[in-house]
Protein backbone atom coordinates (compact mmCIF):
# COMPACT_ATOMS: atom_id res chain seq x y z
CA UNK A 1 0.00 0.00 0.00
CA UNK A 2 1.46 3.62 -1.15
CA UNK A 3 0.03 6.52 1.10
CA UNK A 4 1.40 9.46 0.66
CA UNK A 5 0.70 12.73 2.31
CA UNK A 6 -0.13 16.66 1.37
CA UNK A 7 1.39 18.91 4.00
CA UNK A 8 0.12 22.42 4.48
CA UNK A 9 1.76 25.08 6.75
CA UNK A 10 0.60 28.20 7.49
CA UNK A 11 2.63 30.94 9.55
CA UNK A 12 0.90 34.00 11.11
CA UNK A 13 3.50 37.08 12.13
CA UNK A 14 2.57 40.53 13.46
CA UNK A 15 3.22 43.48 15.54
CA UNK A 16 2.20 42.92 19.39
CA UNK A 17 1.94 46.69 20.54
CA UNK A 18 -0.88 47.91 18.10
CA UNK A 19 -3.56 44.76 19.64
CA UNK A 20 -2.98 45.84 22.87
CA UNK A 21 -3.80 49.44 22.19
CA UNK A 22 -7.07 48.38 20.69
CA UNK A 23 -7.69 45.97 23.19
CA UNK A 24 -7.71 48.18 25.71
CA UNK A 25 -9.99 50.14 24.12
CA UNK A 26 -12.78 48.10 22.92
CA UNK A 27 -12.46 45.25 25.08
CA UNK A 28 -16.08 45.17 26.52
CA UNK A 29 -17.71 45.78 23.31
CA UNK A 30 -17.37 42.22 21.51
CA UNK A 31 -20.26 39.61 22.32
CA UNK A 32 -18.34 36.43 23.49
CA UNK A 33 -16.21 33.97 20.71
CA UNK A 34 -17.58 30.64 20.14
CA UNK A 35 -16.21 27.94 22.18
CA UNK A 36 -15.55 25.23 19.60
CA UNK A 37 -15.75 25.48 15.58
CA UNK A 38 -18.03 23.40 13.35
CA UNK A 39 -15.56 21.20 10.34
CA UNK A 40 -16.76 19.26 7.99
CA UNK A 41 -16.32 15.13 8.74
CA UNK A 42 -14.27 14.47 5.34
CA UNK A 43 -11.99 17.96 5.99
CA UNK A 44 -8.88 17.61 8.57
CA UNK A 45 -8.55 20.86 10.88
CA UNK A 46 -5.84 22.78 12.54
CA UNK A 47 -5.07 26.04 13.90
CA UNK A 48 -3.10 28.53 16.03
CA UNK A 49 -4.21 31.77 18.09
CA UNK A 50 -2.77 34.72 19.55
CA UNK A 51 -1.43 34.82 22.38
CA UNK A 52 0.57 31.76 22.48
CA UNK A 53 -0.62 30.63 25.47
CA UNK A 54 -4.23 29.47 24.27
CA UNK A 55 -4.91 25.69 25.27
CA UNK A 56 -8.24 25.69 22.69
CA UNK A 57 -9.65 27.75 19.71
CA UNK A 58 -11.76 29.54 22.26
CA UNK A 59 -8.84 30.75 24.29
CA UNK A 60 -7.10 32.78 20.84
CA UNK A 61 -8.04 36.12 20.85
CA UNK A 62 -7.46 36.14 16.97
CA UNK A 63 -8.01 33.03 15.37
CA UNK A 64 -6.77 31.36 12.28
CA UNK A 65 -7.95 28.16 11.11
CA UNK A 66 -7.46 25.82 8.14
CA UNK A 67 -9.98 23.40 6.94
CA UNK A 68 -8.12 20.83 4.05
CA UNK A 69 -9.65 17.60 2.45
CA UNK A 70 -8.05 14.72 4.34
CA UNK A 71 -7.30 12.86 1.00
CA UNK A 72 -7.47 14.28 -2.74
CA UNK A 73 -6.30 12.60 -5.88
CA UNK A 74 -3.83 13.96 -8.87
CA UNK A 75 -5.78 15.81 -11.28
CA UNK A 76 -8.67 16.51 -8.90
CA UNK A 77 -9.98 20.09 -7.79
CA UNK A 78 -10.92 20.02 -4.61
CA UNK A 79 -11.08 23.37 -1.93
CA UNK A 80 -9.19 24.27 0.92
CA UNK A 81 -10.48 26.89 3.21
CA UNK A 82 -8.82 29.76 5.72
CA UNK A 83 -10.91 31.36 8.26
CA UNK A 84 -9.78 34.15 10.10
CA UNK A 85 -11.38 35.46 13.44
CA UNK A 86 -11.32 38.21 15.82
CA UNK A 87 -12.42 36.66 19.02
CA UNK A 88 -11.06 39.30 21.38
CA UNK A 89 -13.36 42.55 22.71
CA UNK A 90 -11.23 45.19 20.29
CA UNK A 91 -10.21 45.50 16.67
CA UNK A 92 -7.31 44.30 14.89
CA UNK A 93 -5.34 46.24 12.65
CA UNK A 94 -3.65 45.67 9.45
CA UNK A 95 -4.86 41.93 9.38
CA UNK A 96 -3.85 40.22 5.58
CA UNK A 97 -3.14 37.04 5.06
CA UNK A 98 -0.29 35.57 2.84
CA UNK A 99 -0.27 31.86 1.06
CA UNK A 100 2.46 30.15 -0.84
CA UNK A 101 1.78 27.63 -3.23
CA UNK A 102 4.11 24.56 -3.83
CA UNK A 103 5.15 23.62 -6.99
CA UNK A 104 3.06 20.82 -8.18
CA UNK A 105 -0.34 22.83 -7.51
CA UNK A 106 -1.73 24.56 -9.92
CA UNK A 107 -4.47 27.46 -8.66
CA UNK A 108 -8.02 27.69 -10.17
CA UNK A 109 -9.60 30.57 -8.49
CA UNK A 110 -9.47 31.78 -4.79
CA UNK A 111 -12.40 33.84 -2.93
CA UNK A 112 -11.41 36.61 -2.50
CA UNK A 113 -9.65 37.25 -5.78
CA UNK A 114 -5.80 37.51 -3.83
CA UNK A 115 -2.69 39.70 -5.12
CA UNK A 116 -0.19 37.34 -7.15
CA UNK A 117 3.69 37.00 -7.68
CA UNK A 118 4.56 34.37 -9.25
CA UNK A 119 3.68 31.03 -6.33
CA UNK A 120 2.41 33.85 -3.51
CA UNK A 121 -0.70 34.96 -2.74
CA UNK A 122 -1.94 37.76 -0.45
CA UNK A 123 -4.82 38.77 1.05
CA UNK A 124 -5.35 42.42 2.67
CA UNK A 125 -8.27 42.31 5.50
CA UNK A 126 -7.66 45.72 6.97
CA UNK A 127 -9.38 46.15 10.29
CA UNK A 128 -11.38 43.28 11.84
CA UNK A 129 -13.47 44.18 14.36
CA UNK A 130 -14.58 41.89 17.51
CA UNK A 131 -16.22 38.69 16.02
CA UNK A 132 -15.69 39.23 12.65
CA UNK A 133 -14.83 36.27 10.63
CA UNK A 134 -13.14 36.17 6.93
CA UNK A 135 -13.19 33.39 4.51
CA UNK A 136 -10.88 32.50 1.99
CA UNK A 137 -11.39 29.80 -0.10
CA UNK A 138 -8.79 28.59 -2.74
CA UNK A 139 -9.75 25.50 -5.51
CA UNK A 140 -6.81 23.85 -7.49
CA UNK A 141 -5.31 20.71 -8.33
CA UNK A 142 -2.14 18.65 -7.49
CA UNK A 143 -0.30 16.54 -10.38
CA UNK A 144 1.04 13.77 -8.88
CA UNK A 145 1.72 12.48 -5.71
CA UNK A 146 3.96 13.35 -2.59
CA UNK A 147 4.30 15.50 0.25
CA UNK A 148 3.04 18.87 -0.59
CA UNK A 149 3.86 21.69 1.74
CA UNK A 150 1.88 24.74 1.44
CA UNK A 151 3.26 27.63 3.32
CA UNK A 152 1.10 30.83 4.28
CA UNK A 153 1.16 33.87 6.99
CA UNK A 154 -1.20 36.08 8.99
CA UNK A 155 -0.03 39.20 9.64
CA UNK A 156 -1.81 41.73 11.64
CA UNK A 157 -0.37 43.50 14.84
CA UNK A 158 1.49 40.35 16.59
CA UNK A 159 3.37 36.76 15.81
CA UNK A 160 1.25 33.83 15.44
CA UNK A 161 3.60 30.84 15.61
CA UNK A 162 3.54 27.90 12.21
CA UNK A 163 0.25 25.89 11.87
CA UNK A 164 0.70 22.44 10.54
CA UNK A 165 -2.21 20.62 8.43
CA UNK A 166 -1.92 17.42 7.25
CA UNK A 167 -3.57 15.99 4.19
CA UNK A 168 -3.43 12.79 2.50
CA UNK A 169 -3.32 12.49 -1.61
CA UNK A 170 -4.06 8.70 -2.56
CA UNK A 171 -4.46 6.83 -6.04
CA UNK A 172 -6.28 3.85 -7.07
CA UNK A 173 -3.61 1.55 -9.29
CA UNK A 174 -4.75 -1.25 -11.12
CA UNK A 175 -2.84 -4.64 -12.16
CA UNK A 176 -3.40 -7.41 -14.32
CA UNK A 177 -1.01 -10.06 -15.11
CA UNK A 178 -1.11 -13.67 -16.18
CA UNK A 179 -1.47 -15.67 -13.27
CA UNK A 180 0.60 -19.51 -14.73
CA UNK A 181 0.87 -20.36 -18.76
CA UNK A 182 -0.74 -21.06 -21.11
CA UNK A 183 -0.31 -24.19 -22.56
CA UNK A 184 2.96 -24.08 -25.28
CA UNK A 185 0.91 -26.33 -27.93
CA UNK A 186 -2.72 -25.56 -27.67
CA UNK A 187 -4.61 -27.66 -30.83
CA UNK A 188 -7.35 -26.60 -32.78
CA UNK A 189 -10.78 -27.30 -30.95
CA UNK A 190 -9.11 -28.20 -27.57
CA UNK A 191 -9.79 -26.26 -24.52
CA UNK A 192 -7.11 -24.66 -22.52
CA UNK A 193 -6.83 -22.41 -19.57
CA UNK A 194 -5.85 -18.61 -19.25
CA UNK A 195 -5.70 -17.34 -15.60
CA UNK A 196 -5.52 -13.55 -14.42
CA UNK A 197 -5.23 -11.76 -11.58
CA UNK A 198 -6.20 -8.34 -11.17
CA UNK A 199 -4.21 -6.36 -8.14
CA UNK A 200 -5.05 -3.30 -6.66
CA UNK A 201 -1.40 -2.14 -5.91
CA UNK A 202 -2.55 1.76 -5.10
CA UNK A 203 -2.94 3.60 -2.15
CA UNK A 204 -6.95 4.04 -2.54
CA UNK A 205 -9.42 1.03 -3.05
CA UNK A 206 -10.92 0.94 -6.68
CA UNK A 207 -14.85 0.78 -7.42
CA UNK A 208 -16.45 -1.10 -9.65
CA UNK A 209 -14.18 -3.09 -11.62
CA UNK A 210 -15.09 -4.80 -14.58
CA UNK A 211 -13.33 -7.20 -17.20
CA UNK A 212 -14.93 -6.88 -20.89
CA UNK A 213 -13.30 -8.69 -23.48
CA UNK A 214 -14.00 -10.06 -27.13
CA UNK A 215 -11.62 -12.50 -28.61
CA UNK A 216 -10.07 -12.37 -32.01
CA UNK A 217 -12.03 -13.95 -34.99
CA UNK A 218 -12.17 -17.88 -34.04
CA UNK A 219 -11.61 -17.99 -31.11
CA UNK A 220 -14.19 -18.32 -28.06
CA UNK A 221 -14.94 -19.72 -24.95
CA UNK A 222 -15.22 -23.25 -23.74
CA UNK A 223 -19.20 -22.38 -24.37
CA UNK A 224 -18.89 -20.39 -27.51
CA UNK A 225 -19.04 -16.88 -26.28
CA UNK A 226 -17.37 -14.12 -28.21
CA UNK A 227 -17.33 -11.80 -25.69
CA UNK A 228 -16.80 -11.98 -21.81
CA UNK A 229 -18.34 -9.27 -19.43
CA UNK A 230 -17.17 -10.26 -15.55
CA UNK A 231 -17.92 -7.75 -12.43
CA UNK A 232 -15.05 -7.43 -10.08
CA UNK A 233 -17.08 -4.73 -7.51
CA UNK A 234 -14.71 -3.13 -5.06
CA UNK A 235 -10.43 -4.06 -5.18
CA UNK A 236 -9.47 -3.03 -2.14
CA UNK A 237 -6.04 -1.63 -0.97
CA UNK A 238 -3.87 -4.93 -1.79
CA UNK A 239 -6.29 -7.22 -2.67
CA UNK A 240 -6.03 -9.85 -5.77
CA UNK A 241 -8.87 -10.94 -7.70
CA UNK A 242 -8.43 -14.05 -9.93
CA UNK A 243 -10.38 -14.78 -13.14
CA UNK A 244 -10.30 -18.10 -14.64
CA UNK A 245 -11.56 -18.55 -18.48
CA UNK A 246 -11.61 -21.81 -20.13
CA UNK A 247 -10.93 -21.10 -24.24
CA UNK A 248 -10.89 -22.59 -27.29
CA UNK A 249 -9.71 -21.69 -31.31
CA UNK A 250 -11.17 -23.29 -34.21
CA UNK A 251 -8.39 -22.48 -36.60
CA UNK A 252 -4.60 -22.04 -36.56
CA UNK A 253 -2.50 -18.88 -35.99
CA UNK A 254 -1.12 -16.82 -33.40
CA UNK A 255 -3.77 -15.24 -31.21
CA UNK A 256 -3.03 -11.90 -29.13
CA UNK A 257 -5.91 -11.31 -26.26
CA UNK A 258 -5.51 -7.60 -25.11
CA UNK A 259 -7.69 -8.39 -21.79
CA UNK A 260 -8.54 -4.35 -20.43
CA UNK A 261 -9.73 -3.92 -16.82
CA UNK A 262 -11.78 -0.86 -16.30
CA UNK A 263 -13.17 1.05 -13.21
CA UNK A 264 -14.67 4.09 -11.71
CA UNK A 265 -12.50 7.62 -11.95
CA UNK A 266 -10.83 6.63 -15.69
CA UNK A 267 -8.69 3.49 -13.42
CA UNK A 268 -7.63 0.59 -15.90
CA UNK A 269 -5.09 -1.88 -16.73
CA UNK A 270 -4.34 -4.19 -19.17
CA UNK A 271 -2.18 -7.04 -20.35
CA UNK A 272 -1.57 -9.05 -23.38
CA UNK A 273 -1.38 -13.08 -23.94
CA UNK A 274 0.35 -14.56 -26.86
CA UNK A 275 -1.29 -17.81 -28.05
CA UNK A 276 -0.49 -20.08 -30.42
CA UNK A 277 -2.45 -22.48 -32.04
CA UNK A 278 -1.78 -25.56 -34.02
CA UNK A 279 -2.98 -28.66 -35.68
CA UNK A 280 -1.64 -32.27 -36.48
CA UNK A 281 -1.56 -33.58 -40.17
CA UNK A 282 -1.50 -37.72 -40.17
CA UNK A 283 0.39 -38.92 -42.96
CA UNK A 284 -0.59 -42.79 -43.64
CA UNK A 285 1.27 -45.20 -46.07
CA UNK A 286 0.39 -49.49 -46.07
CA UNK A 287 3.34 -51.85 -47.87
CA UNK A 288 2.39 -55.17 -48.51
CA UNK A 289 3.50 -57.85 -51.18
CA UNK A 290 1.27 -58.40 -54.28
CA UNK A 291 1.07 -61.76 -54.44
CA UNK A 292 1.47 -64.75 -52.24
CA UNK A 293 0.25 -68.58 -52.07
CA UNK A 294 -1.83 -70.33 -49.96
CA UNK A 295 -0.58 -71.32 -46.67
CA UNK A 296 2.38 -68.06 -46.78
CA UNK A 297 2.49 -65.34 -44.63
CA UNK A 298 1.37 -61.91 -45.78
CA UNK A 299 3.45 -59.13 -44.07
CA UNK A 300 1.62 -55.65 -43.98
CA UNK A 301 3.85 -52.36 -42.44
CA UNK A 302 1.64 -49.34 -41.86
CA UNK A 303 3.60 -46.25 -41.92
CA UNK A 304 2.27 -43.69 -39.78
CA UNK A 305 3.76 -39.65 -39.69
CA UNK A 306 2.39 -36.39 -38.20
CA UNK A 307 3.88 -33.94 -40.81
CA UNK A 308 1.93 -30.97 -38.86
CA UNK A 309 2.69 -28.22 -36.41
CA UNK A 310 0.90 -29.68 -33.73
CA UNK A 311 1.05 -32.95 -31.61
CA UNK A 312 -1.63 -35.43 -33.00
CA UNK A 313 -2.76 -36.82 -29.76
CA UNK A 314 -4.89 -39.76 -28.95
CA UNK A 315 -3.92 -41.09 -32.14
CA UNK A 316 -5.13 -44.49 -33.37
CA UNK A 317 -4.35 -46.91 -36.38
CA UNK A 318 -6.65 -49.71 -37.37
CA UNK A 319 -5.78 -52.67 -40.34
CA UNK A 320 -8.35 -54.80 -41.55
CA UNK A 321 -7.84 -58.16 -41.59
CA UNK A 322 -8.71 -59.56 -44.64
CA UNK A 323 -10.96 -62.17 -45.44
CA UNK A 324 -9.45 -65.39 -46.72
CA UNK A 325 -6.70 -64.67 -44.38
CA UNK A 326 -6.47 -65.52 -40.46
CA UNK A 327 -4.46 -63.11 -37.84
CA UNK A 328 -1.09 -64.42 -36.86
CA UNK A 329 0.91 -61.31 -34.63
CA UNK A 330 0.95 -57.66 -34.35
CA UNK A 331 3.81 -55.21 -33.00
CA UNK A 332 3.80 -52.08 -30.41
CA UNK A 333 0.99 -53.89 -28.75
CA UNK A 334 -1.34 -54.40 -31.45
CA UNK A 335 -4.90 -55.86 -30.45
CA UNK A 336 -6.99 -58.02 -32.42
CA UNK A 337 -10.84 -56.95 -31.63
CA UNK A 338 -12.73 -60.51 -33.16
CA UNK A 339 -15.70 -58.57 -33.59
CA UNK A 340 -14.42 -56.60 -36.37
CA UNK A 341 -11.45 -58.91 -37.47
CA UNK A 342 -9.19 -55.81 -37.11
CA UNK A 343 -6.03 -54.85 -35.36
CA UNK A 344 -5.73 -51.26 -33.49
CA UNK A 345 -3.07 -49.45 -32.03
CA UNK A 346 -3.19 -46.83 -29.79
CA UNK A 347 -0.52 -44.00 -28.77
CA UNK A 348 -0.98 -41.33 -26.42
CA UNK A 349 0.19 -38.47 -29.12
CA UNK A 350 2.84 -38.61 -32.13
CA UNK A 351 4.09 -35.34 -32.07
CA UNK A 352 5.37 -33.12 -35.08
CA UNK A 353 7.66 -34.81 -37.44
CA UNK A 354 7.52 -38.38 -35.69
CA UNK A 355 6.68 -41.21 -37.47
CA UNK A 356 5.56 -44.98 -36.10
CA UNK A 357 6.05 -48.17 -37.88
CA UNK A 358 3.25 -50.57 -37.25
CA UNK A 359 3.75 -54.20 -38.45
CA UNK A 360 0.76 -57.20 -38.64
CA UNK A 361 1.23 -60.52 -40.11
CA UNK A 362 -1.95 -62.78 -41.46
CA UNK A 363 -1.67 -65.90 -43.63
CA UNK A 364 -3.30 -66.86 -46.57
CA UNK A 365 -6.10 -69.51 -46.24
CA UNK A 366 -8.05 -69.00 -49.27
CA UNK A 367 -6.87 -68.46 -53.38
CA UNK A 368 -8.78 -64.97 -53.90
CA UNK A 369 -7.40 -61.03 -54.30
CA UNK A 370 -7.82 -59.80 -50.22
CA UNK A 371 -8.22 -56.40 -49.56
CA UNK A 372 -6.98 -54.57 -46.36
CA UNK A 373 -8.10 -51.43 -45.21
CA UNK A 374 -6.02 -49.46 -42.78
CA UNK A 375 -6.59 -46.46 -41.12
CA UNK A 376 -5.22 -43.38 -38.94
CA UNK A 377 -6.49 -41.04 -36.45
CA UNK A 378 -6.00 -38.12 -34.24
CA UNK A 379 -7.51 -35.24 -32.02
CA UNK A 380 -7.56 -32.28 -34.53
CA UNK A 381 -6.30 -34.28 -37.30
CA UNK A 382 -7.85 -35.42 -40.66
CA UNK A 383 -8.39 -39.31 -40.47
CA UNK A 384 -6.67 -41.05 -43.43
CA UNK A 385 -7.43 -44.29 -45.06
CA UNK A 386 -5.56 -46.43 -47.44
CA UNK A 387 -6.41 -49.95 -48.82
CA UNK A 388 -3.31 -52.52 -50.36
CA UNK A 389 -4.22 -55.34 -52.16
CA UNK A 390 -2.59 -59.04 -52.67
CA UNK A 391 -3.64 -62.15 -55.01
CA UNK A 392 -3.39 -65.17 -53.17
CA UNK A 393 -2.70 -67.96 -56.00
CA UNK A 394 -2.35 -71.66 -55.81
CA UNK A 395 -0.49 -74.15 -57.17
CA UNK A 396 0.12 -78.22 -57.57
CA UNK A 397 2.98 -79.66 -55.19
CA UNK A 398 3.03 -83.47 -56.29
CA UNK A 399 4.58 -86.23 -54.19
CA UNK A 400 5.74 -89.15 -55.38
CA UNK A 401 5.99 -92.56 -53.18
CA UNK A 402 6.89 -96.68 -54.61
CA UNK A 403 6.62 -99.49 -52.48
CA UNK A 404 7.96 -103.16 -53.92
CA UNK A 405 5.77 -105.54 -52.13
CA UNK A 406 8.01 -108.66 -52.52
CA UNK A 407 11.46 -107.71 -51.76
CA UNK A 408 13.71 -110.04 -52.78
CA UNK A 409 11.66 -111.80 -55.19
CA UNK A 410 12.75 -115.15 -56.48
CA UNK A 411 13.40 -115.87 -60.52
CA UNK A 412 9.94 -116.38 -62.61
CA UNK A 413 8.09 -114.47 -59.70
CA UNK A 414 5.40 -111.64 -59.88
CA UNK A 415 6.95 -108.24 -57.97
CA UNK A 416 4.07 -105.96 -57.51
CA UNK A 417 4.84 -101.92 -57.32
CA UNK A 418 2.36 -99.63 -55.26
CA UNK A 419 2.85 -96.16 -56.74
CA UNK A 420 1.29 -93.51 -55.02
CA UNK A 421 1.13 -89.51 -56.13
CA UNK A 422 -0.09 -86.85 -53.57
CA UNK A 423 -0.81 -83.57 -54.59
CA UNK A 424 0.37 -80.69 -51.45
CA UNK A 425 0.04 -78.11 -53.10
CA UNK A 426 -3.66 -75.78 -53.57
CA UNK A 427 -3.82 -75.98 -56.89
CA UNK A 428 -5.53 -79.54 -58.98
CA UNK A 429 -3.00 -81.36 -61.29
CA UNK A 430 -4.39 -82.17 -64.56
CA UNK A 431 -2.60 -84.84 -66.80
CA UNK A 432 0.08 -86.39 -65.19
CA UNK A 433 2.10 -88.64 -66.80
CA UNK A 434 3.67 -91.36 -64.53
CA UNK A 435 6.06 -93.97 -66.47
CA UNK A 436 8.60 -96.31 -65.96
CA UNK A 437 11.47 -98.26 -67.73
CA UNK A 438 11.94 -102.03 -67.07
CA UNK A 439 15.28 -103.70 -66.95
CA UNK A 440 15.23 -106.42 -69.47
CA UNK A 441 15.39 -109.32 -66.78
CA UNK A 442 11.51 -108.28 -66.18
CA UNK A 443 7.93 -107.97 -68.42
CA UNK A 444 5.16 -105.69 -67.79
CA UNK A 445 2.23 -108.38 -66.57
CA UNK A 446 -0.76 -105.73 -65.44
CA UNK A 447 -1.82 -102.62 -63.75
CA UNK A 448 -4.45 -101.25 -62.06
CA UNK A 449 -5.63 -97.79 -61.14
CA UNK A 450 -7.59 -94.87 -62.36
CA UNK A 451 -6.56 -95.70 -66.04
CA UNK A 452 -4.68 -97.92 -67.51
CA UNK A 453 -1.18 -98.47 -68.61
CA UNK A 454 0.44 -98.09 -71.86
CA UNK A 455 3.44 -100.34 -73.01
CA UNK A 456 5.42 -99.41 -75.54
CA UNK A 457 9.03 -101.78 -75.47
CA UNK A 458 10.66 -101.84 -71.70
CA UNK A 459 8.24 -98.68 -71.39
CA UNK A 460 5.04 -98.44 -69.03
CA UNK A 461 3.54 -95.30 -68.81
CA UNK A 462 -0.54 -94.22 -67.71
CA UNK A 463 -2.04 -90.43 -67.23
CA UNK A 464 -3.95 -89.07 -64.49
CA UNK A 465 -5.79 -86.43 -62.58
CA UNK A 466 -5.03 -85.60 -58.58
CA UNK A 467 -7.43 -82.80 -57.34
Known amino acids: MK?????????????????????AAEKNTAPAPSAKPTVQSNYSHSWKGYPESAKTPAEAKLLVEREIPKTVRPNEYYTYIIKVTNQSYFKTDNVSIMEKMPDGFVLQNAVPEPQRRGNDLKWDLGVMVPDQREIITVTGKVTKTGRFQHTGSARVNFNLDDMLTIMEVTEPLLQIRQRGQVPENVIVGEVFPVSLSVDNIGSATVREAKLEHAFPANMTTKDGASKISIPLGDVILGQSKNIDLQLKAVKTGVYDNKFVVAAKDGVSASASIK???????????????????????????????????????????????PDGTVFVSANEGGQLDKSNNTVSWHMKSLEPKETKELDMQVKAQQIKRVRAIARASAFAANPRQVTVDTSIEGIAALLLQVNDINDPVPVGETETYVIKIT????????????????????????????????????EVAATANVS
Open 275 to 321: TFVRQPDLKLSVDAPRMRFVGNFIDYKLKVSNIGDGSAKDMHAQLQV
Open 423 to 458: NQGSLPATNIRISCDLEESMEFKSSTGPTNALVSGS
Open 3 to 23: TKRLMFVAIASAMIGMVFQAG
